[in-house]
Each structure stands twice: as C-alpha cells, then as structure tokens.
C-alpha cells in the first residue's frame, strides 16, 4: 500500500474579486477560471504554462480549453469528481494529490467557477436548473412533483428533523450566521461584513420553513484556483507549503441528509451531514484527530448544515451542535475556531474553494483573523449532494 | 516520487450481450450498467456491495446511484476523466490505479454505458446531441455553422490531410475495417462477422468525404465494468491479475487532430493521432517499449484513426501507416497483432472497454484469437477529443 500522506501540497492559490450575482456574466466562466489560474500561479511561483494537470469538480470548464490559453506544452492529467455542489471538493484535491505524488504530473491545479451566464441557477427548481429540458429524470422524478424543487427545500426538511429530535432551535440556526458575519468584519474582500443580530436573523424572509434568507450562502460569481504540486517540488515555491495530510471523499449507504427525497434512509441518518464516515477516513489517513487541529473550514452553505458538519466531524455530540454553536465555540477564542475568514456565509460562496484558501492562510500565517502558531487545519466539504468529502492541511508533514 | 507501476491490476470485467441501437432504451442506462457490475464482480470473485469506489469517462451514471443499487456500505472514492467519446478511457484507469493503490478504496469499478434512451446520438449534428439546447457555445461555435456537426465530418478533414500529405489511400482504410471483420470472424459475440473485400468497403455509403460507412464504428448499445485493486488483493482473486504497468492521458499543446475546428495546430499535427506525447507517456512510465509487447488494442472508431494511433505509437513511421495496415502487419501473423477480438469496427463499439477486456483475456490466455504467451498488452484509447490516453497491461508484474 502506497501511504499518500504528505506526498502532495498546496503551494499556491488565487481568484477573481468575488462578484454579485451576474456581475461576471459577459466576462465567462472561462476569463474567469483563466485570471484565478494565472494568479494561483504567480503565487506558487510558476508560469500557468507549468501547470500540466486539471483536476475539479462540478465545473463548466474543459481541461483542454484551460491548458490552450496558456500554452502549455502538454495537458498530462484531468479528473473530475462526482456529486453536485461542493460537496465532493476535497475529492478533487485528493485527485491533485494522487496525480502529483505518483508523477502523472508537476502540477495540477483544482479550478472551480461560477457565474450566471449559463441559465444555471442555485436556489431555483431543479427544472431549470440549467438542464435546458422540459422533462425531470433520475431520483428528481420522485421529490419534484411533492415540491422538492430546490436546494433550500431539501435541505429545510433535515434541519426541521433536526429541531425535531434535538430540540435544535432557528436561534441556534442564527448564531452560525451571526459568528460568519462577526469574522468577516475586518475582511475587506467579505461580501456581508455588516453583524446581526437574532432578531436581524428571524427579521429575514422565510424561504423554506425553517430557512430564512440569513440561513443561506449569497449567491456569488466567481473564479479560484489552487496549485497542487509534489512535497519535493513544493519546498522550492515561495511560501510555507501546506501539505495534504489526508484527502477523502465518501457516503455511506442510504445516505440522503437534505436529499431525503432520493433515498429512504434510517432516522439516524435524516438529521445527519452523512459525514461521520468521510470523517473517520479523513482522521485515520491523516493519523491525527480533531484534537489535533488548529483551526477548522466547514462548508457552510446552509446554517443547520454547518451543525450536522460539527457534529458528525467529533466537534460535539450527536444532537449538541445547536447549543454547540449558539455557546461561542466557532470564535476564535474557542477550542476550535471555525471559518475566520467568514465562510460561504459571509465572504463569498465559492462552493469551498475559499475555505482552501483560507487553510493555506492560517497555514501561512497571513490570515486576517489569525489563529497563531495554526499548523493543522481541517476542510469539510458539504453536507448534502452524495457523496461528500474532507480533508486536513499541514504546514508540519512530520 | 511514488512509483505507481504494477500497484494496480485489473482482476475482473463484465458486459451486458452488445445491442443493437436503441435495444436496451428500455433497460436504460443504470440497469445495464448494474448488470455490467454484477457479471464483473463474478468474475472478480467479489460481491457488487464490495465496490468502494467508481471510476469513469464521460458517463451518465452518477456513482451514488450505483453504489445504493447494491447496499455498499460505503462509497469512498469517485472520479471523472475529461474528455469525448473513448479519447481518455485510459485516464479512468489511471485514476482507479491511484485510488486502490494509495488506500482511498479497495475495489474500484470502471464503468461505460450508452443506450439510445437519452437522446445523445453519435453521428448526429452536435445541436443535437443531446445539450437539449438550440444554442451551441465553446468551441463548436465557431464550427458547426461550416458544416462541421459531427464527428464524421470533422474525422474526414483529418483523413484528407493524411492521404494529402502521405498519399494514403481509401484501399487503405479498407484494410482496417477488413481485419477487424477477418478476427471476428470466430468470434460469436462480434456484431459483424462477415468478411468484406475492398470492393464492399468502396461500394458501401459515402457519408463524410473521404469516410464510408464501412469507415466508421457501429453504434452499439452497450454497458461495461472493469474491476481493478491492489496488488496485493489482487493475487487473491480467481484469475490472473493484469496488473496496469502504465495509464496515461495527454494532449500536446494546440492538439487539435480531427476536432481542427477547434484550435490552429502546426501542418504535421494536422494528420495526426495528437497521441505521440502520451505514448511517451505510457512507455516511460512502463518502462517498456513497443518491442516488449505481445499485443495491442487500438481504438478504431474511425479507420484512418487507427492509422495515425499505430504511427504516433511507433508501430511504424510517420506517414506510413497506409502501407503498414494494408501489408497485413494487423493480423495474428504480423510482428504484433492488433484487436483480435474485432474491435470497435466489427465487435462492438464500446467506447474502448472491450479493447480493455480482451487486453485482460489475452493476459489471462482465454481469448478466442489467443496471441499465444501474450503477456504484455498495450491499450490505446480514442484518437480525437482531447485529451486522449494510453495504457499497457501486464501479466509479468516484475
């Protein structure tokens, strides 16, 4: 058995301003993923012509198309990993990873972008979902006629599970709203830097019961990416490698979260992120525990989410995520600090490509909310699409 | 660095009965790749529920889907390979190579599926292939209103080129298709095992100027699984492992080839296979040669494809791929036989997965055109869309 670990780092990063909706809707996805590229480049130290691999997930974008804009001599590796949203995204990087410790190639970069050009609309029915056809196939064809049309509906039906069995309140659901807005305060880049408050919180427009508007990511048009090379190679780039310790993807059976509509799945599970096995990989790779890290990334595109995410990574138990967040423990004087940057909440929604970039930061040591001496951070991909992923980032591979 | 070579085998295939097209649109996509599974996993010696992870090209199967259908416990790896058509069917090999090698999974399946249910048909103008959009953007955009629809088209200019610049004839074309009737002449599950002369392939239909219909693939309704693991787990399955020595994709830069539509690519590019770096690619990381092969499988969707892939992987030089497939070096007597199972041309066209199986029944010495001690098996995947791909298969791990 091949031991991936550390084998791989993260030695670059770079992306677009982050956009409104629309705002980049002439420039393309294409411009967009282009300009992330080349400033992901320029910050690891190579020319975007070095880069000889593509890996992503959920992406408009062919490898080929990217690798002809910048003259490339030779496109070596392309990989694309299943699941909607940014559920999968470590998937992608755990791709980057494999392909650059075994050599297949130099440098792979792991791209993802957004913008509303393409008809394709989160939050709006499945059935207009960009897939240009009238008709609905697949499990869609058994939620959509009950009205299960959008992400928000779906997801809505799991937090109310949650309230449910828990006694999880829509307070609680606020106070992850509330820590995203207090992080991103001071970040010049967030989007919403304005705090709220609980009553702001309930103040905002229902959407789908239990979800107001402030329990959802903003809609943002955007370009990143991130340069993935060798351990070897990464010691001669500018900065402080962060080395992937552990990348992993995964689901388990009759995994259905907010997508209860697709499978019937025991009741344990309903009110789950259907992450605890992705969890146990992500540790067991990694040799480390929670216990280990110094800062977190969770992918937060809706607030109850970000709950499960917590519980079912070990941050507290089954059922306590709601007192969990509503106590404090995200900030960054807690055991934990969780989304300094501000999140999908507050800075951007970048389906967690950000939430990489903000690890590689606090590796760094150049956060804007630093947590000092940072060196293990964990990424949780999101909870809903199947299947899901995780991963930790390193700036000590020993 | 990580040395990947012989960490991997293929230790199972699986197939539905090929179809005619549209004769599974009933079954549909999941059902026949379902099937494909099971009689892979039989042959693997394993149950469908063992399959932790799935590995594809350009499919419509998600793998969540999949892996609920056989209550797996568990789904911890999936991936994509970019790319049309069988242009990188090698790279979900790569990719399968990596997962079981480095620990993300056990057991991965590689998976191909086409019925006629969906709507995309091959052959026909890209408008209508299935975008389900009256639109087309990228780079079809600017191709498609000089006429260059389909894949037949665009092939044709590329054939052209060649017989331009190296005098290549029809009668040479005809050669191809004529052996690839002549080996599935015994072979019963071959969709066309009728021999044909030279005067059949010049009198059956013109479709794209230079390409007959006798140039061209059949459309064929299909569904594939290939079973690749460890090494290790390997030699505790039931037949012989073939073990994956080398799998690479690659596309050079202004890779253009049949797809010239796309991209300005120099003049010697132009009648190309766009595979010469990819072969290097897969010799290298091999470390083989043309000469220590026992048998290759070329991809043969289009008769002077197979030309260019025999020239730009060594067979013969450039240029004389005419003369090398009309002198009868294809053949079982020649210095190395070429699909002895019919291929894409008269077996079935399977976007390059029954190339895989019968590499894996000559290493296991079971085919019915046995290449008597074949142990190391090359396996080219489509020339066209890029990127493309190569692999080489070996029964001799050492």
Redesign the interface.
């Known amino acids: 058995?091949?031991?991936?670990r550390n084998?791989a780092a993260v030695v670059g990063f770079g992306y677009v301003p982050f956009g409104k909706r629309g705002q980049y809707a002439e420039k393309g996805h294409l411009r967009l993923v282009v300009e992330a590229v080349a400033a992901a480049c320029a910050d690891a130290g190579i020319t975007p012509a070095d880069v000889d691999g593509?890996s992503s997930y959920y992406t408009p974008i062919?490898?080929?198309?990217l690798?002809?804009a910048f003259?490339?001599?030779?496109?070596?590796?392309?990989?694309?990993?299943?699941?909607g949203g940014g559920s999968?995204m470590c998937?992608a990087f755990?791709?980057a990873a494999?392909?650059v410790?075994?050599?297949?190639a130099d440098y792979v970069v792991v791209h993802k972008v957004m913008t509303m050009e393409a008809g394709a609309r989160y939050g709006q029915a499945f059935g207009q979902m960009g897939?240009?056809?009238p008709s609905i196939g697949?499990?869609f064809q058994y939620s959509v006629p009950y009205g299960l049309q959008a992400p928000g509906q779906m997801f809505a039906l799991a937090a109310r599970r949650h309230m449910h069995l828990y006694g999880t309140t829509t307070e609680q659901f606020a106070h992850v709203t509330m820590h995203a807005r207090a992080m991103a305060a001071n970040n010049p880049e967030a989007r919403f830097r304005t705090p709220i408050t609980v009553e702001d919180h309930h103040a905002s427009q229902m959407i789908a019961d239990p979800l107001r508007l402030f329990d959802f990511c903003m809609e943002t048009d955007y370009g990143c990416a991130v340069v993935i090379t060798?351990a070897?190679r990464a010691r001669d780039c500018p900065h402080p490698p962060a080395y992937i310790a552990s990348a992993?993807?995964?689901?388990?059976?009759?995994?259905g979260n907010a997508l209860m509509s697709f499978?019937n799945q025991p009741d344990e599970d309903f009110a789950s992120s259907g992450q605890r096995?992705v969890a146990g990989?992500v540790y067991r790779?990694a040799r480390m525990g929670l216990a280990d890290m110094d800062v977190a990334m969770v992918y937060d595109h809706f607030t109850p989410m970000v709950i499960t995410s917590l519980e079912d990574f070990g941050f507290c138990a089954k059922g306590e995520g709601g007192p969990y967040v509503a106590d404090g423990n995200l900030g960054l004087d807690g055991p934990l600090p969780v989304n300094p940057h501000g999140g999908n909440l507050a800075e951007a929604y970048t389906h967690g490509m950000t939430h990489v970039n903000e690890a590689v930061r606090q590796i760094r040591g150049t956060a804007i909310n630093q947590v000092p001496g940072a060196t293990n951070v964990l990424v949780v991909g999101g909870a809903g699409p199947?299947?899901t992923s995780g991963m930790i980032l390193t700036g000590s591979p020993e």
Do not use: C, H
Not at 62 to 65: M, V, Y
Not at 248 to 255: D, I, K, N, Q, T
């Open positions: 058995m091949i031991d991936l084998q593509y062919d490898p080929p198309e690798f002809e003259g490339a001599k030779q496109l070596r590796y392309t990989a694309q990993t299943w699941g999968s998937g755990q791709n494999m392909a410790a075994t050599g297949a897939q240009g056809v697949g499990p060798s070897e992993a993807v995964g689901a388990p059976f009759r995994y499978y096995a990989e790779m199947s299947p």
